[in-house]
């Protein structure tokens, strides 16, 4: 079901049969469903598991923040009619928004492509990181964001203007191949586009002004693969030769009996920038290693709709309000799809329905539906809605401790951590921190089972326990020492702060004393003021690299 990739893990056993590492599990829930659910009043269904995925990573790197084998947390749904199907990927997005929120992590919804796994309703959870390998475009003004698969920009006509005053808009052009390998797609946009500060002119002399005076800047511009896959769904966006691929297959179509050269095809996609004259004055000489390849010319016009096939940039106007859109780096946390009927209808996977069933409307108001869902025709048994939703566990725990850590160690939010609170004590005193845990452990005033708490009982010097408790990140530490042996008091640390010390940035913790009788109040608070923090923290990253640096 899922089209066959580069990334599959394949390998033979002793006998030479081919096997693979499963990348995913869509099909085997599928059937294994289909197999047991039989009528619609045995839905809805939900199937939760946690399980490895492998893929044939060709850069692994980071370590799991992209690697080969990965843990994943996956959610299958399985619904009677559309209607409920979409309702329930409404609830699960705002279950993943409501997680995510409890993690005090920055993230991202995504508009997002749907792949490989299909289906036509989407979105991505993405992490804000330097080392990202997805690049998220959103907007400083409203909450549209989508990963550059799916990203738009708002555009006019105006942006392809002959800024060094050619006598044609020079052009670029990128190919690809399809599938069967019979045809070649040639995309061609503008070299160069215009960005104007203001709101476009309506006139060409008035933007040429702008760019002499500094209000508008040109750009160089890159390819828009994906928005051609979604004119084209049979391009194979994996082939690094396409002409060399098209070559040698058209050869090869020309020794088969039967076949003739008029087999290979070549589409010629122009961006809606280009001026009508241009795309009429294209020559089909200008590829002579295509050969007698069919040359087909798609534009704006023979489509009906514009064709944008230039990437969106940092500064590109935002295509659902007038601000602007920016681009970062991102890590992929989650991503939850509706299916619909993609797997369930080639598997057979269906119910006998009800009069409930049968009358229930297609789509609620409320639900974005990018494109229309289909019902099933009404003929006793319908094909079941399904959608399927999942969490990269080992990835976000790498993702949050490549963004949180600096030159002393890991930085944990309080709800991921190992544990929550760690006791150190100085020599002397390991009697007082067995009372100090104690009190912690029963203390009711921050959950049900008391403070997530560790005794660090290790036979070790006192500093090399506190190194020991930065490096591996915990948020707060209860101190027992010189304060506690005068006064009675523990010290608790939180919450690695940057100071400047002989003007260089350094790195201290938050810190204060408490008696016993208040300890579990003041821990309690200390907490929620680390949750606080992490969302603070994101916006001083810069000078923490410096730290670690």
Not at 48 to 68: A, V
Not at 368 to 394: D, F, Y
């Amino acid at each position: 079901m899922v089209r066959s990739t580069g990334m599959l893990f394949r390998f033979k056993d002793r006998r030479g049969i081919g096997l693979l590492l499963s990348p995913t599990h869509e099909e085997e829930i599928t059937s294994l469903v289909g197999s047991i659910v039989k009528s619609y009043k045995e839905l809805p269904l939900r199937l939760y598991q946690i399980s490895r995925k492998y893929r044939d990573e060709p850069r692994p790197r980071h370590g799991l923040l992209r690697s080969r084998e990965f843990l994943m947390k996956d959610l299958y749904t399985f619904d009677s009619t559309s209607e409920q199907a979409l309702k329930t990927y409404q609830t699960v997005r705002e279950a993943y928004s409501a997680f995510f929120d409890e993690l005090k992590i920055d993230y991202i919804v995504a508009e997002a492509d749907s792949g490989a796994i299909g289906g036509n309703l989407n979105h991505e959870y993405h992490f804000p990181s330097k080392n990202g390998e997805d690049s998220i475009v959103h907007c400083d003004s409203c909450k549209y964001a989508a990963n550059e698969e799916r990203a738009t920009s708002q555009f006019s006509k105006l942006e392809c203007i002959p800024v060094h005053q050619h006598e044609t808009v020079p052009t670029k052009s990128w190919f690809g191949i399809s599938y069967d390998r019979k045809t070649m797609y040639e995309a061609l946009i503008p070299s160069t586009v215009v960005t104007a500060k203001i709101e476009m002119r309506s006139e060409v002399g008035l933007l040429l002004d702008d760019l002499q005076n500094g209000n508008a800047w040109s750009r160089d511009t890159q390819f828009n693969t994906y928005a051609l896959k979604r004119i084209f769904n049979d391009l194979d966006l994996g082939v690094e030769k396409p002409l060399e691929v098209f070559q040698n297959s058209s050869e090869a179509v020309k020794t088969e009996p039967g076949e003739s050269e008029e087999s290979s095809h070549l589409i010629r996609a122009f961006d809606f920038r280009l001026p009508e004259s241009d795309v009429k004055s294209f020559h089909e000489n200008r590829r002579p290693q295509l050969g007698q390849a069919d040359t087909t010319n798609v534009s704006s016009a023979t489509l009906g709709k514009p064709i944008d096939l230039v990437k969106p940039e940092q500064g590109d106007k935002c295509p659902q309000c007038e601000g602007r859109l920016r681009v970062c780096n991102a890590v992929e946390l989650g991503h939850t799809f509706h299916l619909g009927t993609r797997y369930s209808e080639p598997l057979d996977v269906s119910i006998a329905i009800g009069p409930s069933s049968q009358n229930a409307s297609a789509t609620p108001q409320q639900l974005p539906t990018p494109n229309p869902i289909k019902e099933p025709e009404q003929s006793g048994r319908v094909a079941v809605q399904m959608g399927c939703h999942g969490v990269g566990v080992s990835r976000m725990m790498a993702a949050i401790a490549d963004a949180y850590a600096d030159s002393t160690g890991l930085s944990w939010p309080p709800i991921i951590a190992p544990f929550q609170v760690i006791v150190i004590a100085a020599p002397g005193l390991e009697n007082d921190a067995t009372r100090v845990y104690d009190v912690l452990s029963k203390f009711n005033g921050h959950s049900s089972n008391g403070i997530d708490i560790v005794l660090d009982d290790r036979p070790k010097p006192m500093v090399w326990k506190l190194k020991d408790a930065d490096l591996i990140g915990y948020p707060v530490m209860v101190v027992l020492g010189k304060a506690w042996r005068t006064e009675g008091r523990c010290e608790i640390q939180w919450g690695r702060m940057l100071e400047q010390r002989r003007g260089e940035p350094s790195l201290s913790r938050n810190s204060t004393l408490t008696s016993l009788d208040t300890l579990g109040e003041v821990v309690k608070d200390t907490l929620q003021e680390c949750s606080t923090y992490f969302n603070r923290k994101s916006s001083n990253q810069e000078m923490r690299k410096r730290v670690a640096q």
